[in-house]
């Protein structure tokens, strides 16, 4: 096993319709909003936001793999998602960004499929309600949601064309790679280069897609979301997913 990885609970099969495993990228830690906790284990409304991704996902996927990537006090967050999730350790991750977090979790995965959700950002079960799995797709909204700065998409044919800054329809930092999109990402990975590893995961869209890759663009259907993105976020007690 990579010196990168440690495992916290046996892998167990099974099966399920879509076969997906499941990747939480949290390897930062909270500095932009000033706690210095590791981000997964800031707590909104008395539980912690990785065991809000946790319960969402399992509340939609029989015995699902998750896969969470970590950086900082790891040791404390092993202790509170044990039996849980198995966790990965980005021991880099103060020298590299979210695109090596996405690698290590691959390259630690058994399914044939990976789904990626970034670890600040709170959902429910109802995340997964519109979500279509047959092809690879990229997640949307329109409703403002997302801040204004962050990642948008242009979207041609019901189809990702390109991730970028200053457009409107705002990407919900979670995707989902199957078939060739996933033979691609896996080449894409297997030359990457220390240089490689300060991209961020909407840039390694991107280049799956100049690579030929295609990404349904579906837009979350009655469900919120929120981007933890400051401390008024983690104290609004009238958050309501």
């Not at 800031?42 to 015995?63: E, N, P, R, V, Y």
């Not at 044990?82 to 979790?105: C, F, H, M, P, W």
């Not at 799956?208 to 993105?229: M, N, P, T, Y």
């Not at 400051?230 to 997913?241: F, Q, R, S, T, V």
Request: overall charge positive; some cysteine.
């Amino acid at each position: 096993m990579s010196s990168y990885s440690k495992s916290v609970t046996t892998i167990r099969k099974h099966k399920d319709s879509e076969n997906v495993g499941f990747a939480i990228l949290s390897a930062g830690i909270g500095a932009r909003i000033k706690t210095y906790e590791p981000r997964s284990l800031l707590k909104i409304k008395g539980k912690t936001l990785i065991d809000h991704q946790i319960d969402a996902i399992k509340s939609k996927f029989k015995d699902p793999e998750i896969i969470g990537v970590f950086g900082t006090s790891v040791p404390r967050i092993v202790k509170n998602v044990r039996g849980k999730i198995r966790v990965v350790e980005n021991q880099k991750y103060d020298t590299t960004n979210n695109s090596e977090s996405l690698r290590l979790a691959l390259n630690n995965s058994i399914k044939n499929s990976l789904m990626f959700i970034h670890g600040d950002i709170l959902i429910d079960e109802t995340f997964f309600n519109s979500l279509n799995f047959n092809k690879s797709f990229v997640v949307y909204e329109d409703q403002g949601m997302m801040d204004e700065k962050e990642i948008g998409l242009t979207i041609m044919k019901n189809k990702a064309t390109i991730l970028s800054y200053g457009l409107d329809q705002k990407w919900c930092q979670a995707a989902f790679f199957k078939g060739k999109e996933l033979k691609i990402l896996r080449n894409i990975f297997a030359g990457f280069t220390k240089y490689d590893k300060k991209m961020l995961t909407f840039e390694v869209i991107n280049k799956v897609i100049d690579s030929g890759g295609v990404f349904q663009a579906q837009k979350l259907q009655k469900s919120k979301i929120l981007e933890i993105d400051c401390i008024k976020d983690i104290k609004n007690e009238n958050i309501n997913l």
